[in-house]
């Protein structure tokens, strides 16, 4: 079955480092890719996506490349803020079974990410 | 992208009672999913909800415990049945959007 694999937290980074979280995946065939975060006390936010191999996704700073060689998409920024503590959650989809349309999440177990100042 | 809000934020409840959670959301969707989030885990996929057919439940899950209502194309509940401490979690739900979901700011259950 479709699994995605992401690195242990909790990761405590300072103020402006620079943070990779790394997220594997396993599929048959080729997947959409996502990062969501979930803010303390919120529901999950979509962050970035990738729909095909070399994809780059990017948002608020945030990168993720679509790795098909590796069944890899990591999640980057430069600098990090302190806004930016959250849990981060790496996701695949594809087609539902049933065929009625709709797209499966599978997720990974998150990693909680604090920034000090 | 859709607007999805969820009654209640949270809650308390007895152990043998039944919650009813509620989702709305501001744009007509066909599909809607409910998820439950674990203390510290990732999210679980319960059931799928189309409107006007059953929902499909994932493995470990029955319709008996989390019943599922989807009467229009905006709005849709779940309850948990006969609840134990073992169903304190978030519950979410989601919408798709293309190959896109998005997500309730959930309800925090706590069954004492």
């Known amino acids: 079955g479709n699994s995605v694999t992401q690195m242990e937290g909790p990761v405590t980074l300072s103020e402006e480092a620079f943070l990779t979280i790394n997220c594997t995946y396993t599929?048959?065939?080729?997947?959409?890719l996502f990062w969501y975060v979930q803010y303390p006390g919120e529901g999950l936010q979509l962050l970035l996506k990738?729909?095909?191999?070399?994809d780059k996704g990017s948002n608020k700073g945030f990168e993720a490349t679509y790795r098909k060689e590796t069944t890899s998409f990591h999640l980057e920024k430069g600098s990090v803020q302190v806004s930016d503590s959250a849990v981060y959650f790496c996701?695949?989809?594809?087609?539902?079974?049933?065929?009625?349309?709709?797209?499966?999440?599978?997720f990974g177990k998150g990693t909680k990410l604090s920034v000090i100042p | 992208s859709a607007v999805i809000s969820q009654k209640p934020s949270r809650d308390i409840c007895q152990r043998g009672t039944s919650l009813t959670i509620q989702c709305q959301v501001d744009?007509?969707?066909?599909?809607m999913f409910w998820y439950r989030q674990q203390p510290g885990q990732s999210l679980t996929l319960i059931a799928t909800?189309?409107?006007?057919?059953?929902?499909?439940?994932e493995s470990g899950f029955v319709i008996d415990k989390f019943p599922i209502s989807r009467p229009n194309l905006t709005f849709s509940t779940l309850t948990v049945s006969n609840m134990s401490p073992e169903d304190s979690s978030i519950y979410l739900c989601?919408?798709?959007?293309?190959?896109?979901?998005?997500f309730g700011p959930g309800t925090r259950l706590t069954v004492t």
């Open positions: 989601s919408v798709e959007e293309g190959i896109e979901q998005y």
């Open positions: 599929a048959t065939g080729y997947p959409s």
């Open positions: 990738a729909t095909k191999a070399d």
């Open positions: 996701a695949l989809s594809f087609p539902a079974y049933s065929g009625a349309g709709s797209y499966q999440l599978t």
């Open positions: 744009s007509q969707v066909t599909m």
């Open positions: 909800a189309n409107q006007g057919s059953e929902a499909t439940y």
